[in-house]
């Protein structure tokens, strides 16, 4: 159970409900159960929201690699709504049952990636000039703070999520927003 009482969804601010109602049909988010949570303060949230509408539907990063990056940081959050949650259908269960940076199952971009996000989330020291190389050799500069900044929205999102228990969610309901 949450430690914050969710907003019931009629009594989500309009504006709110609407992009709501948007990201979760854009997969961009899997319930909304934490932003209910998260509706007490509603402008902060909606700003989320679209932060996390930019970062998704403007990317400079493919589909399958935001994926890849998101579950990995899930697995070092340890958010169980995170883990379960599948934003793409490019990501199979073969890659999620091995996200090691150096599997070679995964590109060369998508291994940088890997081990960028795997670093972010666990040991950010770590993150020195022979990791900024791998970056570098695979990505732009607009491509690597893109990285950057989704690699934040997934890691702060994820702790938020996990020490609120917000995970302990009912399945988001389309029809009620």
Same mark, same amino acid.
């Given at each position: @159970?949450?430690f ?7 009594a ?8 709501l $109602?948007?990201?979760?049909?854009? *997969? ?6 934490q ?11 909606a700003?989320?929201? *679209?932060?996390?509408?930019?970062? /998704? ?6 589909e ?5 990056? $998101? ?5 070092? &959050? /340890? ?12 990501? &199979? ?9 150096? /599997?070679?199952?995964?590109t ?11 670093l972010?989330a &666990?040991?950010?020291?770590?993150v #020195?000039?022979?990791?900024y ?5 695979q990505f %732009?500069?607009e491509?690597?703070? #893109?990285?950057?900044?989704f690699?934040? @929205? @997934?890691?702060?999102g994820?702790? @938020? &999520? ?6 302990? %969610? ?8």
């Amino acid at each position: @159970m949450a430690f914050i009482p969710p907003v019931p969804l009629e009594a989500l601010d309009p504006e709110l409900r609407d992009l709501l $109602r948007a990201q979760l049909q854009r *997969r961009t988010l899997s319930s909304d159960y934490q932003l209910r949570i998260w509706a007490h303060r509603p402008q902060a949230a909606a700003a989320w929201l *679209r932060l996390l509408d930019q970062l /998704n539907s403007h990317s400079t990063l493919d589909e399958r690699l935001r994926e890849l990056v $998101r579950l990995k940081i899930a697995s070092k &959050t /340890n958010c169980t709504a995170c883990q379960i949650a599948r934003k793409s259908d490019e990501v &199979t269960d073969e890659d999620i049952a091995c996200l090691s940076w150096s /599997n070679p199952r995964f590109t060369p971009r998508e291994q940088a990636a890997l081990r960028y996000a795997e670093l972010f989330a &666990t040991d950010y020291l770590a993150v #020195d000039e022979q990791v900024y190389a791998a970056l570098e050799a695979q990505f %732009s500069v607009e491509q690597i703070v #893109d990285l950057q900044l989704f690699s934040a @929205m @997934m890691l702060a999102g994820g702790r @938020m &999520t996990y020490v609120q228990r917000a995970y302990e %969610s009912q399945e988001a309901d389309l029809n009620a927003c």
